[in-house]
């Protein structure tokens, strides 16, 4: 059984352009979670997508977007890169209970974002 | 301030030590608590689900107390291969919110 996979393991970009970071969720689950971790820090939220849908957002501008396909894999798209969003992007896959509580999530081993 | 707060260490400890973390978190209406490990440059992984009860799994104990808003962790007769970042994690609307995490170092 595959874990939660995300490609790619590594990206160099150059402040201004645009990237997509892939995920697909652990098997049987059908929420995906992205969040952003720079050095030295815990990964903070940046959103969660729930059947197609974004559920949940943290504080994190418009230039952070996703997507949610119908296997449930998700995209998470940064336009206008700059310096500050060099960091490790972690993808975490649940399965939803039907209640706000939680269930376990397992992360993916990340996308490390350099932008130059 | 941030929402979950810890100690950033690092805690340095020779083999067979008993280490304790802590960790407070701000928002009362946090629902689930967790202990997550981050070995460098890794994925964090779920260590132990953390309940006002205390629960035990092998060396590690860890407690939460509700009225405190605290959490901790213990670890007991370490090794080295416990070194590792831990991060203290509650779960709020949806969304794991994470402590910076606190380092431990276990040395021969």
């Known amino acids: 059984d595959a874990g939660v996979t995300q490609s790619p393991t590594h990206l160099i970009k150059t402040r201004g352009q645009q990237v997509t970071l892939r995920c697909s969720p652990k098997?049987?689950?059908?929420?995906v979670s992205w969040y952003q971790q720079a050095l030295g820090q815990g990964p903070q939220f940046i959103f969660q997508?729930?059947?197609?849908?974004?559920?949940q957002r943290g504080n994190f501008p418009d230039r952070f977007s996703g997507h949610q396909y119908p296997n449930y894999s998700s995209e998470l798209n940064v336009n206008a890169l700059l310096l500050g969003d060099s960091a490790l992007y972690l993808c975490?896959?649940?399965?939803?209970?039907?209640?706000?509580?939680?269930?376990?999530?397992?992360f993916g081993q990340g996308t490390r974002l350099t932008v130059v | 301030r941030k929402e979950v707060e810890q100690d950033p260490g690092p805690f340095n400890v020779p083999e067979g030590a008993t280490v304790a973390f802590n960790c407070t978190y701000s928002?009362?209406?946090?629902?689930?608590f967790f202990w997550y490990r981050q070995d460098c440059r890794k994925e964090p992984k779920l260590l132990m689900s953390?309940?006002?009860s205390g629960n035990e799994d092998g060396r590690f104990t860890a407690q939460l107390n509700r009225a405190s808003q605290y959490i901790s962790l213990l670890i007991r007769d370490s090794k080295l291969s416990d070194s590792a970042t831990y991060l203290c994690?509650?779960?709020?609307?949806?969304?794991?919110?994470f402590g910076s995490g606190t380092r431990l170092l276990v040395r021969p």
């Open positions: 975490a896959s649940s399965r939803d209970e039907g209640t706000y509580l939680n269930t376990e999530a397992f």
């Open positions: 098997s049987g689950h059908d929420t």
């Open positions: 997508y729930y059947e197609e849908e974004e559920r």
């Open positions: 928002n009362s209406a946090s629902q689930s």
């Open positions: 953390v309940y006002s």
């Open positions: 994690v509650v779960w709020r609307s949806y969304k794991l919110i």
